[in-house]
């Protein structure tokens, strides 16, 4: 079935078809998740939580293949290679063991975000593949049940299912409780209209996977342990500071919580270091902006760019002030919706 053909389908949960579309966003965190306790089920040492965007969609489409030996990926309309496939394919054997089905199937992904930048595309690209993949094997699950299949194929996806800001809960201990426990929900938010600014200092590939990156940091950093402390006294204030809609507080929490990642990396052995030159820039642009009294944040992930928080009323005057002190591209970004099958609304 073409794309075009599921423009015109009904809302479904069930694929009738055996295919089904999906869209989905990165989101950003603002406390972050770096390091895992299972490494195969995805569960977290902390909990997270995050912003969607309404920038950088992934479009995906899974369509059965009863015919088929093996599955068939395509990225951006060419054929799957190395690491990124493997990972899609281990996810469709996730789905097949949850539907009780054996079909092999065909995953044709479009990512608008640069592949593998630190710019969360594994977060729009699972959350889009396990709202397809589920409704193309006929599974019918609810949102948290999608979180937590999302979270399978990348822990910051299970977060991309919702809108707006979105905490994962990483559970306690191992095995199948510990699973059930570790997904996302939304979170509640006060007054808030924020805007993040994406400054895109670089769109390569970055050197060091993030999920061999935290890996590492768990492993080797002495920093590793007092950062996950800090991060669980972080959230809670961040909660709080959400539901006052209080942006100040919100933006010097997400900073520091960043920061401390970054440090936890540095201090890997041998060391994970993401942030460049350009990044530092940023940071000093968004510190000179705060000494002109604009609220504004930074964040960085698993590579050198740059988030700046702020108010949405601040964006053009943050993307300004960003876009000339480092030479780059700047995207302003929004909060963006959860994802959906292309046909209608996700949430039921
Ligand atoms: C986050 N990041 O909370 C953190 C902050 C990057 C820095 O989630 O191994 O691609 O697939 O679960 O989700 C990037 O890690 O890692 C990430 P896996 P993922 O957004």
Known sequence: MATADLDAAQPCFHSVEGAATAVAHPNIALIKYWGKRDERLVLPRTDSLSMTLDVFPTTTTVRLAPAAEADEVFFNGAPGVGEARKRILSFLDVVRETAGQRERAVVDTRNTVPTGAGLASSASGFAALAVAAAAAFGLDLDVTELSRLARRGSGSASRS?????AIWHAGRGLGPAADLASFAEPVSVGDLDPALVVALLNTGPKAVSSRRAMQRTVDTSPLYRPWADSSTADLAAMREALV????DSVGEIAERNALGMHATMLAARPAVRYLSPATLTVLDTVTQLRRDGVSAYSTMDAGPNVKVLCHRRDASQVADAVRSAASCQV???????????????LQR
């Open 161 to 165: 299912i919702f809108g707006g800001f």
């Open 244 to 247: 006052k809609g209080d942006l």
């Open 331 to 345: 995207v302003i970004s929004g909060c963006g919706p959860g994802a959906s099958l292309q046909s209608g609304a």
